[in-house]
């Protein structure tokens, strides 16, 4: 685990050929550049015009449920066409589909009053229809004297009246307000509703039809992009009469293979060491098997350039900590069973790989997990069993796993203590660390050692660690009252973060918290479903698994979020307060894009 050492970047060339430069370089793809001016604010990363509606177009297509095979040659591809294609039909189609949604819901208002058309008024004495649902229960309220009513239609709930009247009846006249059903016959609705099913139908031949165009359309999309991005880095360049100057950040050992490509294209190169004013962004590097741990670490924070690495140590306790949470061998084999179904499915992309490969280890820590407290989707082996030989952990004794969770805790901030003071070069950057390791290990020692040597060197420990914060609590240099005052002050307040690392240590015991709560809430689905079993013979069979089913379904889903949100929470929270101090910007090289579909 490292962060890679860079080197600032000149290339100083003739402004003629900063365009075929800046797209050399885009092209090499490993340099993240540095504004000397200001570009633009309103300019957009994509142009206006092929950008957004082409993305909009593109996802469209690619989102279609009947798919054709795609054109890979852009022989009779018009951008703007298809693009405009795409969009229209996308329109028409949404329109249908409403249209159709709210001819669906006017037959069924209308269905039941029958099929019926609104005669001439003067051939009927110039009186009116006016409809009611009454429900059945309202009925009674109902009163016709002095009133030309007729009930049309009636089911189990209700009844459809119609009232003859000249003019509006007053509000109280019937128990419930007037239906407004409208001027159209049922069979013209119905009919309406066909014409509109057929022109959904032909709307989707047309979009499966534009489909052919998605691989070309995205090429076109990422060259589009591309040139937006060479646009804005041309902007960002510093100019003078003749001469352009392009500044970036680049990894040191990839010196020679620039000095190479500024030779080629003809310009000067310039490489500056990162100074105390620089603030450089952050590249990590990390064997294969721990990539992920980078994306666990920049999803919340980036550490700074001049901090350190902590994506192995995050990885390996965010699996940890699932398995913690999940904490049932069932539900793990279950999971990585559906990994390999799917395993094709993650491996379009480097980070889906990547996710394949932690997924796989959160899983398998999720079995191990649940061997060790003897729990398959909720159900305990025998007692004597071998599986039974394999359980060491009891969810249910809460003393030992209370201990077993303030141990992980006090570990993983003391590690992370410990990384910061060996990165730091400040005496108070240093020993602090050191001494807040001194206060962790020993209220862990007071709390496991009660009665014993081990635990009498608990408080000796904390106070000498807490003396260790408070002297070191800054580099301020004493050399007057005032100066040793604040130096006092300084230390006090250094002290003040013993209140962080008792709640700190004390957030871990959440894993204990969720693993016991998953194990329970498996062990109730279980019994829920014996009951149903025995208490309805026959189809109580059917019913307990479906209880079955769908409870361990939902605890399944339970625990994942539980998982990820408070297994990354206690690195991100937790360990980074303690472990990390800057925090940086990631580094974003300048290339070219992928097609992707």
Known sequence: MSIVPLVKVNLVGILDDKDKVLEATQEFGALHLIPLTSAQKELEAVPAGRGREATEALRWLVNSAAQRRPMTHPDGFQLDQVVAGALENKKALKECEDRLARLDRRIRDVEPWGEFNFSDLAEIGDYRLWFYVVPAGKLSQVNPDGKILEVVHRDKYRSYIVLLSPDEPPADAMPVPRTHVGTEALSKLKHQYELAAIELEELELQRQVLTKWRFVL??????????????????????????????????????????????????????????????????????????????????????????????????????IFFGMIMTDAGYGLLLLLLLFLFRKRFAGSALGRRMFRMSVWLMVSTTAFGVATGSYFGVAPPEGSFLGHLKVLHLKDVDTMMKITLTIGVIHIVLANLMRAWHEKTPSGRFQPIGWCLVALGGLATFLGQGTLFGSAGPVSVVLGLLTVGFFGSDRKVDSVTSGGMRIFDGLAALARIVNIFSDVLSYMRLFALGLAAASLAETINSLSGQLNHAVPGVGLLIAITVLVIGHAINIGLGLIAGCVHGLRLNVIEFFNWGLKDEGTPFRPFKKEETRL
């Open 218 to 319: 995205a090429q076109n999309l990422a060259a589009a992009r591309d040139l937006s991005a060479r646009h804005r880095a041309s902007l960002e360049t510093a100019d003078a009469d003749r001469v352009f100057v392009l500044q970036a950040w680049a990894r040191t050992d990839q010196v020679a293979e620039i000095e190479e490509l500024a030779a080629g294209l003809g310009v000067a190169t310039l490489f500056d060491e990162v100074s105390d004013k620089d603030r450089p962004p952050t590249l990590l590097e990390n064997r294969k098997a721990m990539e992920a741990g980078e994306d666990l670490v920049e999803f919340y924070q980036t550490p700074g350039y001049r901090d350190w690495d902590p994506s192995v140590i995050v990885y390996v306790s965010f699996v």
